[in-house]
């Protein structure tokens, strides 16, 4: 059986900090650096011929250490060190260039900047408990900068800025909102069975790989189990495949019926499923599929006129008695269930209780070729 390896999209969605994946972030990070970097370049020029020569050797200071940063971020295993040390300095940047005496009124449109950059750097939550504090003070040194509020041409210059920096943070917080909301729903739809509801194979497989890397840390075992509809092809060629997706929603809610909360059960495509039993012997594995299998054969379903009766078989491979690796697992797995067809269908086989231990050797080695 094929078992390609899946990019596991919840955790991935889990360690994505804003709409941009790490690798992306990164490269965004030092695309800053270096834009930001040559900028302070010119506007140190700029600061040291107004006069302004401790402003000029900071901004100097600081795109020297942006552009160490370029290089040293194409392998840094700390980006999020590296992209908080740069929006808090660029930020408190902003608002010392907004406190100097001379300061043009142009300087204060970086407040409009900071949201942007914190959002889409850090992500909705990060990025308002950063640019919200020095979103605020930059409205205050502009206030000040203001001078008495004394004039409708002054409180028309308040009320723009800081109408605009409002809607600024609002809009943005708005759409990482329904970003997020989005990509949940996309991830969702990228890893389930638009018929059953079930997880698919992809998210099955990425669900498998990670139990065997848990396990493997924790010492606990636990088993793979591929289940298939007996004779499910007769129950399209004779009621339809209507009736045919009724059945497979039907097992599909039998399925989740009787499983444990800590188990994992997917549609891996037409009439297979495949199960993950989390801490269980070989012994219970067997016992529970057992009463799975009888609990589906001893079920009715009712589909217009006709009552529909099915039986199902299965396949169990235990991990690490039967293999160690995902393929090996499903190899096993998958001979098992071949076996239970072959004798008959509606049964549960496994390489413990097939003939003899000798016939587990040969199954196990089989699979690891």
Not at 38 to 45: P, Q, T, W
Not at 62 to 76: D, H, N, Q
Request: net charge negative; glycine share 6%; with cysteine.
């Amino acid at each position: 059986m094929n078992t390609p390896h899946h990019p596991d999209l919840g955790a991935a969605l889990e360690r994505s900090r804003s709409g941009l994946r790490d690798s992306h972030r990164r490269s965004l990070t030092r695309l800053l650096f270096v834009i930001t970097g040559s900028a302070l370049v010119v506007f140190a020029c700029l600061q040291a011929m107004n006069g302004f020569w401790w402003v000029a050797f900071g901004e100097l200071t600081a795109s020297s250490l942006l552009f160490f940063g370029v290089f040293r971020l194409r392998s840094s295993p700390h980006l999020q060190q590296w992209i908080y040390g740069y929006l808090v300095v660029l930020f408190a940047f902003f608002l010392v260039i907004m406190l100097l005496p001379d300061a043009s009124v142009s300087a204060f449109v970086w407040v409009l900047m900071m949201p942007v950059l914190a959002y889409l750097l850090l992500g909705k939550r990060e990025g308002l408990i950063l640019s919200a504090p020095f979103m605020l003070l930059g409205g205050v040194i502009y206030f000040i900068h203001l001078g008495q509020v004394n004039s409708a041409y002054v409180v028309i210059d308040l009320l723009n800025m800081t109408l605009c920096a409002v809607l600024m943070l609002t809009f943005i917080h708005m759409y990482e909102i329904r970003r997020e909301e989005a990509e949940e729903r996309l991830v969702e739809l990228a890893q389930s069975d638009f018929l059953t509801g079930l997880a698919n194979r992809s998210s099955f497989q990425s669900t498998l790989t990670r139990t065997i890397a848990e396990c493997d840390r924790s010492g606990s075992g636990f088993a793979l189990v591929i289940m298939d509809i007996d004779h499910f092809k007769l129950v399209n060629d004779t009621l339809g495949h209507d009736a045919g997706d009724h059945v497979l929603r039907d097992v599909a809610v039998s399925l989740t019926e009787r499983l444990r909360t800590t188990d994992f059960v997917a549609r891996l495509g037409g009439e297979e499923f495949g199960l993950i039993l989390r801490d269980v012997k070989p012994a219970h594995a067997y016992e529970l599929m057992d009463e799975l299998r009888q609990r589906i054969a001893d079920r009715e379903l009712a589909y217009g006129d006709a009552q529909i009766r099915i039986t199902a078989s299965f396949g169990v491979a235990q991990w690490p008695e039967h293999g160690r690796q995902a393929e090996t697992l499903f190899c096993v797995a998958d001979r098992c269930l071949y076996n239970s067809k072959s004798a008959g269908r509606n049964r549960v086989a496994a390489p413990l209780t097939a003939k003899s231990d000798g016939y587990l050797s040969d199954i196990a080695v089989q699979c690891a070729r």
